[in-house]
C-alpha cells in the first residue's frame, strides 16, 4: 500500500525513512524537503495549517504563502484555536521570547500602546506572557506580532507545551554562555592572582604582558557570546530611548574590556579581564537562577492545560485531536481517561477527580445531565459527553487566562516601584560618571574599578521582581485552592475588607431545597396537581427552588407567556388561566396574613391555590467562616430575598447579628449602597438575582455551584463551594501583601545601603556582582514562599 506524504500530498516512495511529528503522530513525509519545512512549521507553533488547510501543498512551492510571513495568524480559522472574539474586539495571550525585566515589559506596553487599533496590551516578565486586545477593522494580528519582533523580541500564541520547549532552548543556552563564562573565569582568576600578588616574583615585564595576552584571549568570547544577552537587552531599550537593567550592566563590561584591551596593546595601565569574565559569570549565574525560581512560579497555571488530552474520541472510536472538537459533538470517554473537553454527560455513570480543578481529593459522581470538564480524571465509568465549550473556551482555558490577567495587575506600589527602577538605572549612570570623575583627581589608579563596582552593584533588577513573582506565586496558589480570580484588584481589596455581606439559599445553605410541606387552600387540586403545576412555571427559572419543585413533578404543563420577575416569582398562562408563583405578596392579589410564613405561594387569577414550606441544610463551612470574620472583627450581614421564618433561624444558628430578609435585587444593591463610605464589603452569593449586589461590592465572590450570570458578575469565583477557603484566601492576600512590602524593603534597602560604600571605593568589583545577583534572587525566593499551600 502506498501512502502520501503528509504536507504535499505526493506518493511516498521511501518508506518511513522521512517523518515529523504532527498532533502527537508520525506523519510520513516523501523526501528531506516536505520534511524539512513541515519541521519547520511545527517548531514556529503553527501546527494549525495542517488542520485547517483545504488543500495539500503545492510541490513546486514547499512553503505554503501565507506561511512565508507572520500573516497565517491573520486567518480566522487558525485564529479560532487561540482568539477570543470579545464584544467589539478580539483578545490573545502571546509568549514572549527575550524578556527578562520589567523595562522590557514596559517598553513592549509603551510602544504597543501607541499601535493603531491595540485597544490594550499587559506583559508579565514573570511567566513571560502578554495579553493583548485589538479593533480587527484598525489593525491585524499580524501587525502586532511584527511590531513586536521589530523591537527585537519573538511573539506567537501561548501554548504551554511550546512555552516549556521555548524554556528548555533558553536554559540550555544560558547553560552554554554560563559554562563559557565559567572555565574562562577560572583560568584568567589564575593569570590574575600570579600577576596581583608577584606570586612570580622575578616575572620580567615580557612575561607579564605575555600574561595580560593570554587573558585577553579567555576574556574575548566571554564577552563576544556569554554576555551577549546584556547587550541585546541593552540595545532593545536605547533603541526605544529607554533605560534597562543590562545598560549600566553592558556599559560595565564593555568599558572594562576595551580599557583592557587598550592596556594590553599599549603596555600601559591595568587590565580588567578577571573583572570581565567574573562579572558575566556571575550575572549569567544570577539570571539562571532566576529564571528557575520565576518557572516555577509560573509553571501551576500552564501545568493545568498540560492536563488536558491532545486527542479525543469519537462514538465510533474514531481520533480526533481534541482542540477541533466543536459545540455539540459527541465523544466517549473511558475510565482513567481525563476528559478532552468540556461537556454534559448523555449517557452513563461515574465518578470524576476534579482536584486539579476544586482542590477536592475526593472524587464527584456524575451521571446524566451532569457536567464535567477538560483536564478533569474520569476514574470508573464509560461515558458518552456532547460538547459544550471548544478549547479555547474550556473552564481550564478560562481559569488560565484569568490567572495570567490577575498576575499581570499591578498594585500601586508596584507601578511606583517600576518607574522609580527606571529613574533609578539614569541616576546610577549620572552617579557613576561623578564618581570615576572625583576618583580621577584623588587616585587614579582606582576609579575605574570603583565606577565599574558602582554600575553593577546598584542595577535595580531585585526592585522590579518585588512585586510581579509575588503575585504570580499568589495568584498559582488560588487556582490550587480552586478559587478562579476574575478581577485584578482581588488581593489588594481583599485584605480591607471590614463587611462580610452574604446570601442564604445556596450560599451558607446548601442549596438542596427540598419541600417539606405542602398546603392546599382550593380543595379542587391535590397535592401532586399543585406540585406539577408549580414545576411547570419553575421549569422558566434556575435557582435551587425552581429544582426542588422539577423532583416532584410527574406531569408538565404547557406554559404560555412564562415571565421570571427576579427576586418575586413567575407568571405564565396554563390553560387560559393566569398562574404566579413565588413570594405571597407576588402571588396574591390581596392581602393573605394566613400566608405570610409560607416562602412560596401559588396562585391563580390572584387567589391562593397552595402553599409551600421548604427545607434547605446549613453548609458545614457557614459556621467556622462567620465564626473567622467575626475573631477578625469583620461584621457579618445576611442579605436574602427570602422572608420567611427560616432566614431567622439560619442566622441564629450561625451567629449572624445584622439579617436583611424579604428583600428585591434592587434593594440589595440599595443596602449596600446605604453603608458608610468607609465600609469595604465582601458580597457571596449564587443566583441570578445576586447578580446586582455582586457587581455593587467592592470585593464579590460567586459560588461555583451558582448560576453563570452570578459568575459573570463576581470578583472571585469558589470552585468547590467550601466556604472556609475565603478564610485561607484572606490569609493569602493578606501574606502576599506582607512578602511583596518585604520584598520592597529588601531591594531599597540593599540599593540605598551599597550605593555609598560603592562610592566610597569599599565595594570589589567581584563583591558588586554578588551583591546585586544575590538581591535578585532573595527577592524572587521569598516569592516563591506563597506557593506553599501551608
Given at each position: 500500500m502506498t501512502h502520501s506524504c503528509y504536507h504535499c500530498g505526493e506518493p511516498v516512495l521511501t518508506g518511513d525513512t522521512y517523518q515529523v511529528v504532527i498532533f502527537d503522530q508520525p506523519r510520513l513525509m516523501c523526501c528531506p524537503g516536505c520534511q524539512a519545512v513541515a519541521t519547520t512549521i511545527v517548531d514556529s507553533g503553527l501546527s494549525s495549517y495542517y488542520q485547517y488547510r483545504t488543500t495539500p501543498a503545492d510541490k513546486a512551492d514547499l512553503v505554503p504563502e501565507e506561511l512565508k510571513s507572520l500573516s497565517l495568524y491573520d486567518n480566522e480559522d487558525v485564529q479560532r484555536e487561540f482568539v477570543r472574539d470579545l464584544a467589539e474586539q478580539k483578545e490573545v495571550t502571546l509568549s514572549l521570547d527575550g524578556v527578562s525585566c520589567a523595562a522590557c515589559a514596559w517598553l513592549i506596553e509603551k510602544q504597543l500602546q501607541r499601535a493603531q487599533g491595540v485597544t490594550h496590551i499587559q506583559v508579565n516578565t514573570t511567566t513571560n506572557r502578554a495579553t493583548v486586545r485589538w479593533d480587527q477593522t484598525q489593525t491585524s494580528l499580524s501587525t502586532i506580532l511584527t511590531h513586536i519582533h521589530q523591537l527585537g523580541y519573538k511573539a506567537a500564541p501561548f501554548e504551554a507545551d511550546k512555552q516549556e520547549q521555548q524554556y528548555h532552548r533558553n536554559m540550555k543556552q544560558y547553560l552554554y554562555r554560563l559554562g563559557i563564562a565559567g572555565l574562562a573565569t577560572m583560568q584568567v582568576m589564575m593569570l590574575a592572582v600570579a600577576m596581583y600578588f608577584e606570586v612570580f616574583g622575578d616575572m620580567d615585564e615580557t612575561f607579564r604582558n605575555y600574561f595580560r595576552w593570554i587573558s585577553l584571549i579567555f576574556a574575548t568570547p566571554v564577552l563576544l557570546y556569554s554576555a551577549l544577552p546584556f547587550y541585546t537587552n541593552a540595545w532593545r531599550n536605547l533603541k526605544a530611548r529607554t533605560l534597562?537593567?543590562?545598560?549600566?550592566?553592558?556599559?560595565?563590561?564593555?568599558?572594562?574590556?576595551?580599557?583592557?584591551?587598550?592596556?594590553?596593546?599599549?603596555?600601559?595601565?591595568?587590565?580588567?579581564?578577571?573583572?570581565?569574565?567574573?562579572?558575566?559569570?556571575?550575572?549569567?549565574?544570577?539570571?539562571?537562577?532566576?529564571?528557575?525560581?520565576?518557572?516555577?512560579?509560573?509553571?501551576?497555571?500552564?501545568?493545568?492545560?498540560?492536563?488536558?488530552?491532545?486527542?479525543?474520541?469519537?462514538?465510533?472510536?474514531?481520533?480526533?485531536?481534541?482542540?477541533?472538537?466543536?459545540?455539540?459533538?459527541?465523544?466517549?470517554?473511558?475510565?482513567?481517561?481525563?476528559?478532552?473537553?468540556?461537556?454534559?454527560?448523555?449517557?452513563?455513570?461515574?465518578?470524576?477527580?476534579?482536584?486539579?480543578?476544586?482542590?477536592?481529593?475526593?472524587?464527584?459522581?456524575?451521571?446524566?445531565?451532569?457536567?464535567?470538564?477538560?483536564?478533569?480524571?474520569?476514574?470508573?465509568?464509560?461515558?458518552?459527553?456532547?460538547?459544550?465549550?471548544?478549547?479555547?473556551e474550556s473552564l481550564v482555558a478560562n481559569i488560565v487566562r484569568l490567572q495570567d490577567e490577575a498576575q499581570m495587575a499591578k498594585p500601586k506600589v508596584a507601578v511606583l516601584a517600576d518607574k522609580i527602577a527606571r529613574y533609578f538605572v539614569a541616576a546610577i549612570l549620572l552617579i557613576s560618571a561623578s564618581t570615576w570623575l572625583y576618583w580621577h583627581f584623588e587616585r587614579p589608579d582606582d576609579a575605574f574599578w570603583i565606577m565599574l563596582s558602582v554600575l553593577v552593584a546598584t542595577c535595580p533588577c531585585a526592585l522590579s521582581l518585588a512585586t510581579p513573582t509575588a503575585l504570580t506565586c499568589s495568584t498559582s496558589t488560588f487556582g490550587q485552592l480552586g478559587i478562579m480570580l476574575r478581577r485584578s484588584h482581588v488581593l489588594e481589596t481583599l485584605t480591607k475588607v471590614n463587611r462580610l455581606v452574604v446570601d442564604k439559599t445556596g450560599t451558607l445553605t446548601e442549596g438542596k431545597i427540598e419541600i417539606s410541606d405542602v398546603a392546599i387552600v382550593n380543595p379542587e387540586y391535590d397535592e401532586q396537581n399543585v406540585l406539577d403545576i408549580a414545576a411547570s412555571l419553575e421549569a422558566f427559572a434556575n435557582h435551587p427552588i425552581a429544582h426542588a419543585f422539577q423532583l416532584r413533578a410527574l406531569t408538565y404543563y404547557d406554559v404560555v407567556d412564562a415571565d421570571n420577575h427576579i427576586g418575586l416569582g413567575i407568571s405564565g398562562i396554563i390553560n387560559g388561566q393566569h398562574w404566579r408563583i413565588g413570594k405571597p405578596d407576588f402571588a396574591l392579589t390581596t392581602t393573605e396574613t394566613a400566608f405570610s410564613h409560607y416562602p412560596v405561594v401559588l396562585s391563580c387569577d390572584g387567589m391562593p391555590i397552595a402553599a409551600f414550606s421548604l427545607n434547605d441544610p446549613i453548609r458545614d463551612s457557614s459556621a467556622s467562616l462567620i465564626a473567622a470574620f467575626k475573631h477578625a472583627g469583620i461584621q457579618t450581614t445576611m442579605l436574602t430575598g427570602d422572608q420567611s421564618a427560616n432566614a431567622d433561624m439560619v442566622a441564629n444558628q450561625l451567629g449572624i447579628e445584622t439579617v436583611i430578609s424579604g428583600v428585591s435585587p434592587q434593594g440589595k444593591l440599595a443596602y449596600l449602597q446605604e453603608l458608610s463610605s468607609d465600609t469595604i464589603t465582601l458580597m457571596v452569593g449564587d443566583g441570578v438575582n445576586d447578580a446586582p449586589v455582586l457587581a455593587g461590592a467592592h470585593l464579590s465572590v460567586a459560588m461555583g455551584g451558582g448560576t453563570d450570570i452570578a459568575k459573570a458578575s463576581a470578583d472571585m469565583v469558589l470552585l468547590s463551594d467550601d466556604l472556609e477557603k475565603l478564610l485561607t484566601a484572606r490569609q493569602l492576600a493578606r501574606r502576599t501583601r506582607r512578602i511583596i512590602a518585604e520584598n520592597l524593603a529588601w531591594a531599597l534597602g540593599y540599593n540605598v545601603t551599597i550605593l555609598p560604600l560603592a562610592v566610597m571605593g569599599f565595594v570589589a568589583p567581584y563583591v558588586a556582582v554578588v551583591g546585586m545577583s544575590a538581591s535578585s534572587i532573595i527577592v524572587v525566593s521569598n516569592s516563591l514562599r506563597l506557593l506553599n499551600r501551608k
Open positions: 534597562g537593567m543590562d545598560v549600566p550592566v553592558s556599559i560595565a563590561l564593555l568599558f572594562a574590556y576595551f580599557s583592557s584591551l587598550y592596556a594590553t596593546v599599549t603596555g600601559k595601565g591595568e587590565v580588567f579581564f578577571e573583572s570581565v569574565a567574573m562579572f558575566t559569570f556571575f550575572l549569567l549565574l544570577g539570571r539562571f537562577l532566576e529564571m528557575r525560581a520565576r518557572r516555577t512560579a509560573a509553571a501551576a497555571s500552564a501545568n493545568l492545560l498540560k492536563l488536558v488530552p491532545k486527542m479525543a474520541r469519537y462514538l465510533d472510536g474514531e481520533a480526533v485531536p481534541a482542540n477541533s472538537l466543536s459545540v455539540g459533538e459527541k465523544i466517549r470517554v473511558l475510565p482513567g481517561e481525563p476528559f478532552p473537553a468540556d461537556g454534559v454527560v448523555l449517557t452513563g455513570t461515574t465518578s470524576v477527580d476534579e482536584a486539579m480543578l476544586t482542590g477536592e481529593s475526593l472524587p464527584q459522581m456524575k451521571q446524566e445531565g451532569d457536567v464535567v470538564y477538560a483536564g478533569t480524571m474520569n476514574v470508573e465509568g464509560n461515558v458518552d459527553l456532547e460538547v459544550t465549550a471548544n478549547h479555547k
